[in-house]
């Protein structure tokens, strides 16, 4: 099941505990471009290979005027965990009540190995400083999520 959200929608606001133990809104991140991912769980290979892809990009993301932030139904110390053994140098909002997983449809029936399970649709969503939803990344390429990123929003600027 793909989210609901369509690019142009305004993005719903969400609040969560970070890995610090911090609350975070999109509220609070209001005027700034905010690339927003959901993923299953940390420490999983997928997810860190997407962590780290993000990791190393962020410099470049950064300069282009983005926030990131990740979303999964693990809890704030496992992200405390996985940020500090990945050197991750954003948000990871914890959602176990996976109320902002539900709120941008990635929440949801997936197959894998021919079984249908309920899980984190993997999505990541780039909102515009406006709160805007600028582009909806379905396919994620979680080795090279960065790179991915940079030349969707590269080819959207044309």
Known sequence: ???KLQIGDVAPNFSGVEQNG????????KGKRIILYFYPKD?????TAEAC????GYTDLAELGFEIVG??????????KFAQKHNLNFHLIADPEKTILTAYGTWGEKKMYGRTSLGVI?????????GKIE???????TKNH?????????????
């Open 43 to 47: 420490n999983t290979s997928g997810c």
């Open 71 to 80: 979303v999964s139904p693990d809890t704030a110390q496992s992200h405390l």
């Open 22 to 29: 911090k609350n975070l809104s999109l509220s609070d991140l």
């Open 146 to 158: 960065a790179e991915q990123i940079k030349k969707i929003i590269a080819n959207s600027a044309k």
């Open 122 to 130: 993997r999505t990541t969503f780039i909102i515009g400083a406006d």
């Open 53 to 56: 892809s993000l990791r190393d």
């Open 1 to 3: 099941m793909a989210t």
């Open 135 to 141: 582009q909806i990344i379905g396919k994620v390429d």
